[in-house]
């Protein structure tokens, strides 16, 4: 497989119009934040941004964001934005005497996809160090295919990166390579954290106090073992997300579901999909239906955490 290094050996940067802003403000911003999501918000540092997520009382994700403090009072959650106006509304209910104050800050905010190659990355190696540069904020994404990766989320009247473009379907298929799957309206409530490995990429805080959903995603963790998980996908043909994935042997009954999908440069497509461990550990999956297109493996870019 060709890497991304080989097409885009620069230091680049592409725009992410799909991606937008919630932003909350107020004395109690990190506390409310704290008491809805899975991660930790209440010990959130001035270097470190959090991978969250926002659960239903059964603990299924409705949402998930990249979150940061810009200031004590002032906190940015950046998430897909096809699902912002449902998520900033559901949010918004919960906020009764709370001293904090939601609002759909994409407009102010410009969010910017970076890469360079993983020896040459100008920000923190660490998956979720957060840096201000430039009249904004850095996050270190999980690397893929080679490339260090990060958010820039700045003001929109600071200028563009200085580096070269990144084609947006490139930063798409690295977002995949990289097996954290965001969640998009395809998807919403179809997954605890744990069928997309958010436990093993510092998406859940199991030491926190409550949120909705908690109960259900600490017992998921354990109490037994995961059923389903998120693997790495290759196929020839397009992928969607919300598509069912088959096992041969069961042409009734779907296996898993793609959570995130994109066209490998070069050639064939992509994808994280949450399957059960034991049609994934068994093969012969396939897109679709029993006797769709093949879907083969691919290892995952992380280890999976058995002691959390």
């Given amino acids: 497989m060709t890497t991304v290094s080989a097409l885009f050996p620069a230091s680049s940067a592409t725009p992410l119009p799909h991606w937008g802003v919630i932003r909350a403000q107020g004395e109690e911003a990190a506390k409310f934040l704290h008491g ?17 997520a926002f659960c239903s009382a059964k ?52 969010v910017w996809g970076l890469t360079a190659p993983t020896d040459a990355a100008p920000w923190g190696a660490a998956p979720w160090a957060l840096s201000a540069t430039d009249g904004g904020h850095v996050v270190s994404l999980y ?37 954290i799957a965001p969640v998009t309206t395809p998807i919403v409530e179809a997954f605890v954290p744990q069928m997309l490995n958010y436990e093993s990429v510092d998406g859940v805080n199991f030491k926190k106090g409550c949120y909705p959903g908690q109960e259900v995603v600490a017992r998921s963790q354990f109490r037994g073992t995961l059923k389903r998980r998120a693997y790495l996908l290759q196929a020839e043909a397009p992928l969607t997300v919300g598509q069912d994935v088959f096992q041969a042997a069961d042409a009734e009954q779907p296996c898993g579901t793609v959570a995130a999908a994109a066209p490998n440069p070069a050639g064939g497509w992509n994808a994280i999909a949450s399957l059960r461990t034991d049609a994934a550990a068994a093969g012969d999956l396939h897109a679709g239906a029993a006797d769709g297109q093949a879907l083969s493996l691919l290892p995952l870019p992380y280890p999976l955490r058995d002691d959390i």
């Fill in 143 to 179: 690397p893929a295919q080679g490339q260090a990766r990060a958010l820039r989320v700045a003001p929109a009247d600071v200028p563009a990166p200085a580096a070269e473009a990144l084609p947006l379907d490139t930063w798409q298929w690295l977002e995949v390579m990289a097996g």
């Fill in 59 to 110: 603990g299924r994700m409705q949402a998930s964001f990249v979150a940061f403090k810009r200031a004590a009072d002032d906190l940015l959650l950046v998430l897909p934005r096809d699902v912002l106006p449902a998520v900033l509304k559901r949010l918004q209910m919960f906020v009764l005497r709370s001293k904090v104050r939601l609002s759909d800050a994409s407009a102010e905010f410009g």
């Fill in 36 to 52: 809805q999501l899975t991660q930790d918000f209440a010990l959130l540092g001035d270097t470190q941004a959090r991978l969250a």
